[in-house]
């Protein structure tokens, strides 16, 4: 079963799981790994969803045997990861972790679900529980959304990240740029007229970041092949793409599975694709919460490790257990 709200609406959708149809696919980091939800997408009631059990039992034990990364291996491994990017003069490359949250009992999947949708109404926010795998996320960054009468796609350029009261520096600015340059430069091989926007502040919870939004008319034909070349974005791998994303999976300490893949869902009106950024992993007895951070040759790694921590609690502050 999956629940999901879309950005700035409070209605809440499932799928009819009665038809073969497919609207709802989830693609993992490294393209590999697929979850499709069958059925149409259909609008639930909220008090339905209130009265609606969904058991601790329905989610599975963690038998991973993971270890988290301790602080002091991760600032190890930063070290390993900024060398890297010195040798090869790289923009920027994306390194995360995962933080495992063991501290409970029971998990209430249901209260977890709506109190995430409460603090992120800006966001894509979902909750899939399928017997083998259960994940959850709140995430603002848009891969692509396409209009199937006007042919206009729009996407965004989302980079750089600091708590909300803080002002940016030249290496949050530094890391966004190539971001741009990158969406920018794919557009213009599919597109004549290409509308971009002046780079912003995005809020989003206790942290905020950098945005360009771009807007362009594509060929219905081309959509498929602009989603390919666009993920995974230098938001979530770096630049050049094949090389960070073949050095990420050396250097990071696991899988990323379904974390900083993208979701698609397809309406009579739209097609729309997420990042799945600000996102876990739920289990009986354990949640896994994937953050990660884009790393330049000026990153300070215990800086870093601290916007990573923040990132984490966009879901660990949310879930409500005992």
Request: charged share 30%; with cysteine.
């Amino acid at each position: 079963m999956i629940y999901f709200k879309f950005p700035f609406d409070e209605k809440l959708y499932s799928t009819d799981e009665n038809t073969d149809e497919t609207h709802i696919n989830f693609h993992s980091f490294d393209g590999l790994d697929q979850i499709n939800f069958n059925g149409k997408i259909i609008e639930i009631n909220h008090e339905n969803f209130d009265q609606l059990i969904i058991s601790n039992d329905s989610l599975a034990n963690d038998e991973n045997n993971f270890i988290a990364e301790t602080k002091e291996e991760y600032l190890n491994n930063l070290g390993k990861v900024i060398e890297i990017i010195k040798e090869n003069q790289l923009p920027k490359l994306v390194y995360s972790r995962r933080k495992i949250f063991t501290d409970f009992s029971t998990i209430d999947v249901k209260e977890s679900f709506k109190k995430l949708c409460q603090s992120y109404p800006n966001a894509f926010r979902y909750i899939f529980i399928d017997g083998e795998t259960s994940w959850m996320g709140a995430f603002s960054e848009v891969l692509g959304k396409f209009n199937k009468s006007t042919h206009d796609f729009e996407t965004m350029s989302l980079a750089g990240t600091l708590p909300v009261s803080e002002n940016w520096s030249e290496k949050e600015i530094e890391e966004q740029k190539p971001v741009t340059n990158y969406i920018r430069n794919i557009l213009n091989n599919y597109s004549e007229n290409i509308d971009e926007s002046e780079t912003y502040d995005h809020i989003s919870g206790n942290i905020k970041h950098l945005r360009t939004d771009f807007k362009a008319k594509i060929r219905p034909s081309d959509l498929d092949k602009i989603i390919k070349e666009l993920h995974p974005t230098p938001a979530v791998c770096g630049i050049p793409k094949d090389f960070c994303k073949k050095n990420i999976q050396k250097v990071e300490k696991f899988p990323r599975e379904l974390y900083a893949g993208y979701i698609k869902i397809e309406t009579e009106e739209t097609v729309q694709y997420f990042v799945n950024l600000r996102c876990s992993k739920l289990y009986k007895d354990s949640v896994h919460l994937f953050v990660g951070g884009g790393i330049t040759a000026q990153s300070n790694p215990e800086k870093e490790w601290r916007e990573t921590e923040l990132k984490s609690e966009a879901i660990l502050k949310n879930l409500v257990v005992s």
